[in-house]
């Protein structure tokens, strides 16, 4: 069984809900010492680049819990303590240091190598059914574009299936020991509204069976078909082939995964940096048109975006400006994300910190007014989550309508719009004081369109894709 699954979640729950200063409600404040070690860390150079006087300061106790918390509640604590341990620098801190930080990183490893035994177990059990889902997220960038297991740590196995065939794959999960848990109301209500059922093992394994990537009722929508029939088959040595998505289709959804974090996890960039930097080292192209048109279709034009801009900036990721401009972000919106400062905004977890801050984030993620009224209204209902109804009553929580509670959700909204106006204000601040001309602009310079010929490089690790897979198999 997975023994340090929770192990993990342990580490994120101490470190968000460990008492922090206060920070300003607009995230304008530099970004610690241990965040600034963190993202040293993630980025593809770490080895060379992280300098040994960043380090020694790992041998203060109270520096060093405090990188521990943040690289716990950024989501990459597997991945900075392989890439610490690789750091040239790094030999230099004295060995008990060195054991005392990397600690970690041994049941982290012990548990991704279950995960992944697990993962072959389930595919070969789906396969005697005739079905070869798509595997999504952690259990596929863990195969295609992380080296060591414990770079990429996942509490569960997401796959995707064509919608026909999900009967099949809960029959061949029901045999293989996996069972849901949920009410016949709330399984109906999945199939109505949802997107995917959380099942789970008496040994602690948990799998999402997936026939679409977002509820029905957000504005973000997805074309399940498209991933399908896109996903390819990654080859293995000795061992039948993983069915992944399309690289286009990796970012697409890791970019609606940031979203759903609240853009306050560097967990997804690193994920979509490593997606663009194997494809741009592969040698082949990546097609940037054809993602600009998929965000477009499911609205997530914003938060892709947003996405591949933050990954650009702090990661240096190879995406080209022009791959950010062709997804014709609206100006309002683009104006309204750079005054929340978003790699403060996401170095600094300010969306854990302030609840109208994520909330002013969220209202310019939506794509258009009519998304943005209603996602107003789930909130004054209770949630901005269409699906909120079954998980409260799966919680044993009451979502309380009475007038006085619906009362204080409107006024949640008052503060948003009252957030804006201190945005405003700070930027006007800026402006009066001259230290917004010393900020470079978020957002690459808005230049004529230009055609290209360039597609999306495919991702692989040194071994060429095959054929697409049928997606009715």
Request: with cysteine.
């Amino acid at each position: 069984m997975p023994s340090s699954n929770g192990s993990e979640r342990d580490l994120v729950r101490r470190a968000t809900s460990r008492r922090e200063p206060r920070r300003p409600l607009v995230a304008r404040s530099n970004p610690s010492e241990p965040e600034e070690l963190l993202l040293s860390l993630v980025r593809r150079d770490a080895a060379t680049a992280v300098s040994s006087d960043r380090l020694s300061r790992l041998t203060d106790t109270g520096f060093r819990s405090a990188f521990h918390s943040v690289m716990a509640g950024h989501g990459v604590i597997g991945l900075a303590l392989t890439a610490l341990r690789r750091c040239e620098a790094f030999g230099g801190v004295d060995h008990e240091t060195r054991e005392r930080v990397t600690a970690p990183l041994r049941p982290f490893a012990f548990q991704a190598a279950l995960w992944d035994a697990e993962r072959d177990r389930l595919l070969d059990a789906l396969r005697t059914h005739s079905l070869v889902p798509v595997v999504l997220k952690g259990g596929a960038l863990r195969l295609t574009v992380y080296s060591e297991p414990a770079e990429r740590l996942s509490g569960d196995l997401d796959l995707l299936v064509p919608a026909h065939r999900v009967r099949d794959g809960l029959e061949a999960l029901a045999a293989a020991g996996y069972v849901d848990h949920w009410t016949d109301y709330a399984r109906k209500e999945h199939v109505r509204h949802g997107y995917h059922l959380s099942l789970s093992h008496r040994n602690g394994f948990e799998v999402e069976l997936h026939w679409d990537l977002a509820p029905r009722g957000e504005g973000f929508r997805f074309d399940p078909a498209a991933f399908l029939n896109r996903s390819v088959l990654y080859p293995r040595e000795g061992a039948p082939p993983v069915r992944v998505p399309s690289p286009e289709h990796m970012v697409l959804h890791l970019a609606d995964q940031v979203r759903e974090d609240s853009f306050s996890k560097l967990k997804r960039l690193v994920d979509i940096d490593r997606v663009v930097a194997i494809a741009e080292d592969s040698g082949h192209d990546m097609d940037w048109g054809y993602l600009a048109r998929q965000a477009r279709q499911g609205g997530h034009q914003a938060v892709v975006g947003l996405a591949l801009q933050l990954s650009r900036r702090l990661l240096d990721t190879p995406v080209p400006a022009e791959a950010v401009r062709s997804l014709e972000v609206d100006p309002l919106v683009r104006t309204h994300i750079s005054m929340l400062r978003p790699e403060a905004f996401i170095l600094t977890q300010q969306a854990f910190r302030s609840t109208v801050a994520r909330r002013a984030l969220h209202l310019w993620l939506q794509p258009g007014w009519g998304t943005r009224v209603r996602w107003a209204r789930r909130i004054i209902g209770g949630s901005a989550n269409p699906m909120a109804h079954v998980y409260s009553a799966r919680r044993g929580v009451v979502i309380s309508q009475t007038i006085l509670a619906r009362t204080r959700r409107v006024f949640s909204l008052v503060k948003v719009g009252a957030y804006h106006g201190l945005l405003h204000l700070a930027t006007l601040r800026g402006v009066t004081s001259g230290t917004s001309a010393k900020r470079s602009s978020f957002w690459p310079d808005r230049q004529p369109r230009v055609r290209t010929t360039s597609n999306f490089k495919r991702l692989t690790k040194g071994i060429p894709w095959t054929s697409p897979a049928n997606t009715t198999s």
